[in-house]
């Protein structure tokens, strides 16, 4: 069965600072991985996506993840983060007719 | 326009009651899910609908009955309401059982007291 594991719970990083959420799934195919973001209150907005080809996708607000097949690991990336990312941050794996979460991960920024 | 709308937003009640939530999605997509949050954020499949035909139901207790009157709705009524049923409930849509991503819904917060 597909799961994900996203090995830190919580976060938190300085404005401006480097950031990485690491993910890491297990399925037998090829996986179709997703990154979405859930600000409080709302619901979840899709960041980017993994089907196949170049490994490192860019996607939406600068954020971009980088697909590593021998790590089975999917992480998540930002050069330098505004206080408005601070949020809930949930990686993906497309199971048999449905989406497969991870724990989330917290983001907080240090103003 | 609002592509996965949740109705409502936000439902307060007591235990034994019967409550139900809507969705609707304008995107045209065949699929549409419900999942449910935990107060820890865990989020896990509860439905899966595939043009109005029920395609998952992840073990969830018969008290939860989906339906779909068309592919563009899927509702999610609760019987009896327990106190651990309070979560967030999800709905989503994806263009097609296959490879997507989905679209979610704001969430309806429910909490049974």
């Known amino acids: 069965a597909q799961s994900v594991t996203q090995p830190d719970i919580h976060i938190t990083v300085s404005e401006g600072a480097s950031l990485e959420l690491r993910c890491n799934y297990s399925y037998g195919a090829t996986p179709y991985l997703f990154w979405y973001v859930q600000s409080p209150g709302q619901g979840l907005q899709l960041l980017l996506k993994y089907f196949s080809g170049d490994t490192l996708v860019q996607g939406i607000k600068g954020f971009e993840a980088e697909f590593k097949r021998s790590q089975s690991s999917f992480n998540l990336r930002k050069p330098s983060v505004h206080w408005s990312d601070a949020a809930e941050y949930f990686c993906a794996v497309r199971g048999a007719q449905k989406l497969v979460f991870g724990q989330g991960t917290r983001l907080t920024i240090n103003p | 326009d609002t592509a996965v709308s949740q109705t409502p937003k936000y439902l307060v009640t007591q235990m034994g009651n019967d409550k139900s939530i809507k969705c609707e999605q304008n995107l045209g997509h065949d699929t549409m899910y419900w999942y449910k949050q935990d107060s820890k954020k865990f989020l896990k499949i509860m439905f899966s609908?595939?043009?109005?035909?029920?395609?998952i139901n992840e073990t969830v207790p018969n008290r939860f009955s989906p339906k779909s009157p068309d592919k563009a709705h899927l509702n999610l009524h609760i019987n009896s309401l327990e106190l651990g049923d309070s979560a967030v409930y999800f709905c989503a849509s994806s263009p097609r059982t296959g490879n997507t991503e989905a679209f979610f819904g704001q969430g309806t917060r429910l909490t049974v007291v």
């Open positions: 609908y595939n043009n109005k035909e029920l395609i």
